[in-house]
């Protein structure tokens, strides 16, 4: 099996890493425990926590332990990593709702069974700790001066809130959770964001100075689209791996809306699918680029949401768009349908209403903000003015066009604003 680090190497994983031979010596030698630490600010994670979730994965399918620690104790304090003012404090209750969210959702990427990975809470020992034990122990190792040079510091120290000293504490209790984790679970390497660079480092410091042991560190690159905007980020807000959140429709739908020049990178990234299929797909144009990104979006969705939610999904977006029939030698190792089979299409998000409030005719601005399509009738008006809002395939020409029975077929009522947001009305018996 080759070696975890030329996998995550060519997948397009790694920005930087702590002793590089080393590190590759040490993972080549036997299971090896990892972790990475996740932040309980909510109680689902996003799209923007799929690399390091899908880096877990990974090092779980190389036959290693992956160690997610949510950080329950640290989440009472905030990260200031990357942020420009003090993150909102959160109580206790409310860390403990999000950790349980979070565990729920990256079960569906590793395998927690028969400790194949661990699941565990900062809160179990950094909630416990005398503060003039911890000063004693763990502060005479840090040195100020290296630590405000730290960038996650700097940005702070340089803003005009500045940092403040709770904050301050949070590399030493990061760096505290490694040495807990290379004592008690024999884990070695922290991997992580490339904001978390300094706070990685500093944990391996803590290592070297109590334990007189080498530890290592992995950081992962700022996953941007090609666009420049941040991974994660639409129009609508953050991308969520929680169904109640997204939909999976519409967390398909995030996919295949992937830029054409994205489309080989997060199918390295975002599946499983061997490197040398996925290579295949860099010169691909048109239409034949548009079945990888069916692809693309069909094994994300599968991941994050399950196969029944994701052949749903797939269906949905095949009978409102057409689709071709995905050729068998593209990325073959891909389970998504490749016959021309339909399922009954129970994925696009639909509203039920009363057939009576049809009677007298409904305005096509009012329709469109009951069902999502608008933030607002102002938003509505705006959005059928400028020819973006259709029935049924048909442009709308006016705002207060009226919407009556005579307007479905076969008791649905198909709604598209733009090019790609699409709703369905139902008939409701009165």
């Known amino acids: 099996m080759a070696n975890v680090v030329d996998t ?51 090092m779980q399918r190389h036959g290693h332990r992956p160690i997610a620690l949510v950080g329950g104790g640290t989440g009472l304090v905030g990260d200031p990593s990357g942020k420009t003012e003090m993150r909102q404090m959160l109580t206790p209750e409310a860390v403990d709702e999000n950790v349980q969210g979070i565990k729920a959702q990256l079960s569906k990427f590793i395998d927690f069974s028969g400790e194949k990975a661990l699941m565990l809470n900062n809160a179990e020992w950094l909630t416990k700790l005398s503060y003039i034990s911890l000063l004693r122990d763990i502060g005479r190792h840090f040195s100020v001066n290296r630590m405000i040079k730290a960038e996650s510091y700097r940005m702070r120290l340089e803003s005009e809130e500045g940092l403040s000293f709770i904050e301050f504490n949070y590399m030493i209790l990061q760096a505290y959770d490694f040495l807990e984790l290379f004592s008690q679970y024999g884990c070695g390497l922290q991997m992580g964001g490339s904001d978390q660079w300094g706070n990685i480092v500093a944990g391996i410091d803590l290592i070297r100075r109590k334990n007189q042991k080498t530890a290592f560190g992995i950081t992962f690159p700022l996953i941007t689209t090609s666009s420049g905007i941040k991974m994660g980020k639409t129009h609508k807000g953050a991308v969520w791996l929680s169904a109640e959140r997204t939909s999976a429709y519409d967390y398909y739908q995030f996919w295949i809306n992937t830029d054409d020049r994205d489309v080989p990178r997060f199918l390295a990234l975002f599946t499983f699918l061997p490197i040398n299929e996925i290579e295949l797909t860099k010169g691909l144009e048109g239409a034949d680029l548009n079945l990888a990104k069916a692809v693309l979006a069909f094994e994300a969705t599968l991941l994050a949401h399950g196969k029944d939610e994701a052949l749903k999904a797939y269906d949905a977006a095949k009978s409102m768009f057409g689709a071709k029939k995905i050729p068998e030698e593209m990325l073959p190792s891909s389970t998504i349908p490749r016959d021309s089979v339909e399922i009954e299409n129970t994925s696009v998000p639909t509203s039920c209403i009363d057939e009576s409030q049809f009677s007298e005719g409904i305005p096509a601005f009012k329709i469109f903000h009951m069902t999502g399509l608008a933030n607002s009738s102002g938003a509505a008006r705006r959005l059928i003015a400028q020819g973006g809002a259709y029935i049924n395939g048909k442009r709308l020409e006016s705002f207060d066009y009226l919407v009556t029975l005579g307007d479905f077929e076969g008791a649905e009522l198909l709604l598209r604003a733009g090019k790609k947001r699409y709703h369905k009305v139902k008939l409701e018996a009165s």
Do not use: N, W
Request: hydrophobic content about 35%; some cysteine.
């Open 8 to 58: 995550l190497q060519e997948r397009g994983f790694i920005e930087k890493t702590t002793h590089d031979q080393e590190l590759r010596e040490y993972l080549a030698d036997g299971s090896r425990s990892c972790y990475i630490g996740f932040d309980p600010t909510a109680s689902s994670l996003h799209v923007g926590s799929l690399v390091p979730i899908m880096a877990l994965a990974q």
